[in-house]
């Protein structure tokens, strides 16, 4: 860091102190993880430098022979890891790479079903004012509100009435495992394309705790960071038919040159995730967070479907006395991050809901197992509890502190 310290203190000085808060706290927030130092390395690596538009052995410009190798390194490990017919590493976010889904495979104004965002859907599986809800005529099933699990037979009764042209299945805040199969079965019912978005699961499926929607889905986008733990990117992955649109969306229907210093890391982070290490770490992120909820319950947390199959929990604090933004704030003044969030059924603002989302990717990372789970939960219930008692607080924040600076985090040296 010496160089930005030189050129840029006021830089340095904001890096150094996000460093120290990422070690000193706890990061509970489910999409939000630690890469390698390796993953690191790459993408602050001389590959920021070149531009390479096109594809592997199709560039535009000369001078790719190494770019070439790299990206694919990263395609053919992709393609060992989930089991994919074809993989494209270049788009840049999540968001980018489901646009460029729809703009293979639809025209604007095909119907699409897609889970609600406040029942724990994407805003790009079909938010109205968001791009995906403004082109596309999409159709969107919920949870039910008791159970606060999607219902399959109301989202086959949908299917059946509305004919959609895609059906997308994926999350960003439902805490339940997905029948990929039900969900492929539907759709062949009524002929739509199917489209997978495991941004959140994908480290999961990886380390073959939860069950890969690969071999049935016609289309899967993933995220390389969140439980991949890899650099922030995205991927896509399709039947090999469907490779050729979707190649040509993404390049040149949406995107000039890809960001070859993260897609070096996203090549190293899938070689990290080929480890048998990598299925541990699977194992552990799932158990951390069951426990989680298990000791959250006991404190009378109400956990939206009483509990997680993933990495993730939602919570409704409505019994707590306290919203959504409330909690956030105060936890995030003890050290222990996490978001505010809609449930299903929701009354209030989306800017002040009434509940939280969080998980354990990061904290499995750094070796927290069952024994922080239960620290953890103990520390939100206090203050959360307590959330005017500022001495209280002051403590807990102590207490966290002395915990995390026991877990390092890949890549900090405080």
Same mark, same amino acid.
């Given at each position: 860091?010496?160089?930005?310290?030189?050129?840029?203190?006021?830089?340095?000085?904001?890096?150094? #102190?996000?460093?120290? #808060?990422?070690?000193?706290?706890?990061?509970?927030?489910?999409?939000?993880?630690?890469?390698?130092?390796? @993953?690191?390395?790459?993408?602050?690596?001389?590959?920021?430098?070149?531009?390479?538009? =096109?594809?592997?052995? &199709?560039?535009?410009?000369?001078?790719?022979?190494?770019?070439?190798?790299?990206?694919?390194?990263?395609?053919?490990?992709? &393609?060992?890891?989930?089991?994919?017919?074809?993989?494209?590493?270049?788009?840049?976010?999540?968001?980018?790479?489901?646009? !460029?889904?729809?703009? !293979?495979?639809?025209?604007? =104004?095909?119907? /699409?079903?897609?889970?609600?965002?406040?029942?724990?859907? %994407?805003?790009?599986?079909?938010?109205?004012?968001?791009?995906?809800? &403004?082109?596309?005529?999409?159709?969107?099933?919920? @949870?039910?509100?008791?159970?606060?699990?999607?219902?399959?037979?109301?989202?086959?009764?949908?299917?059946?009435? %509305?004919?959609?042209?895609?059906?997308?299945?994926?999350?960003?805040?439902?805490?339940?495992?997905?029948?990929?199969?039900?969900?492929?079965?539907?759709?062949?019912?009524?002929?739509?394309?199917?489209? !997978?978005?495991?941004? %959140?699961?994908?480290?999961?499926?990886? =380390?073959?705790?939860?069950?890969?929607? @690969?071999?049935?889905?016609?289309?899967?986008?993933?995220?390389?960071?969140?439980?991949?733990?890899?650099?922030?990117?995205?991927?896509?992955?399709?039947?090999?038919?469907?490779?050729?649109?979707?190649?040509?969306?993404?390049?040149?229907?949406?995107?000039?040159?890809?960001?070859?210093? !993260?897609?070096?890391?996203?090549?190293?982070?899938?070689?990290?995730?080929?480890?048998?290490?990598?299925?541990?770490?699977?194992?552990? /992120?799932?158990?951390?967070?069951?426990?989680?909820?298990?000791?959250?319950?006991?404190? *009378?947390?109400?956990?939206?479907?009483?509990?997680?199959?993933?990495?993730?929990?939602?919570?409704?604090?409505?019994?707590?006395?306290?919203?959504?933004?409330?909690?956030?704030?105060?936890?995030?003044?003890?050290?222990?991050?996490?978001?505010?969030?809609?449930?299903?059924?929701?009354?209030?603002?989306?800017? *002040?809901?009434?509940?939280?989302?969080?998980?354990?990717?990061?904290?499995?990372?750094?070796?927290?197992?069952?024994?922080?789970?239960?620290?953890?939960?103990?520390?939100?219930?206090?203050?959360?509890?307590?959330?005017?008692?500022?001495?209280?607080?002051?403590?807990?924040?102590?207490?966290?502190?002395?915990?995390?600076?026991?877990?390092?985090?890949? =890549?900090?040296?405080?």
């Amino acid at each position: 860091m010496s160089a930005i310290q030189k050129s840029d203190p006021q830089i340095y000085e904001a890096i150094e #102190r996000e460093k120290r #808060r990422q070690a000193e706290g706890i990061e509970l927030i489910p999409s939000e993880n630690y890469t390698s130092e390796a @993953v690191m390395e790459a993408c602050g690596s001389i590959l920021t430098n070149k531009y390479s538009e =096109g594809y592997p052995g &199709k560039r535009y410009y000369g001078g790719q022979e190494n770019i070439d190798h790299i990206e694919t390194l990263a395609i053919e490990r992709a &393609k060992e890891l989930f089991g994919a017919e074809h993989v494209n590493v270049q788009p840049y976010s999540g968001s980018p790479a489901n646009t !460029a889904i729809y703009f !293979a495979l639809l025209e604007f =104004g095909d119907t /699409v079903m897609g889970l609600k965002l406040e029942h724990g859907g %994407h805003i790009t599986h079909g938010l109205p004012i968001a791009f995906s809800g &403004k082109a596309y005529n999409f159709v969107q099933y919920g @949870v039910d509100i008791e159970t606060g699990r999607i219902n399959m037979e109301e989202v086959r009764k949908m299917a059946h009435e %509305h004919k959609p042209k895609m059906i997308v299945a994926g999350f960003t805040a439902y805490p339940r495992d997905i029948d990929w199969k039900e969900f492929k079965a539907i759709a062949d019912e009524v002929g739509a394309i199917t489209m !997978a978005d495991i941004s %959140h699961t994908a480290g999961l499926i990886a =380390g073959g705790v939860l069950e890969s929607p @690969v071999p049935y889905f016609d289309v899967v986008m993933s995220t390389t960071h969140k439980t991949l733990r890899g650099p922030r990117g995205a991927m896509i992955m399709c039947k090999e038919k469907f490779a050729k649109a979707i190649d040509r969306a993404v390049f040149p229907g949406l995107q000039g040159g890809p960001h070859e210093h !993260a897609i070096a890391g996203k090549a190293i982070a899938f070689k990290e995730a080929l480890q048998p290490s990598f299925k541990e770490y699977g194992a552990q /992120v799932k158990k951390n967070a069951a426990y989680l909820a298990e000791k959250l319950m006991e404190r *009378d947390f109400k956990l939206i479907s009483d509990g997680t199959d993933t990495h993730l929990l939602l919570a409704d604090l409505t019994n707590k006395g306290v919203t959504g933004k409330q909690a956030q704030h105060v936890l995030d003044e003890v050290g222990i991050t996490l978001n505010k969030n809609t449930i299903p059924g929701e009354t209030r603002s989306p800017m *002040d809901p009434s509940g939280i989302r969080f998980g354990t990717p990061a904290i499995t990372t750094r070796g927290m197992k069952e024994p922080e789970m239960d620290r953890i939960a103990d520390w939100m219930d206090r203050v959360i509890s307590n959330i005017d008692d500022e001495a209280l607080h002051a403590q807990i924040k102590e207490e966290v502190k002395e915990m995390c600076l026991k877990f390092p985090v890949p =890549g900090i040296k405080v």
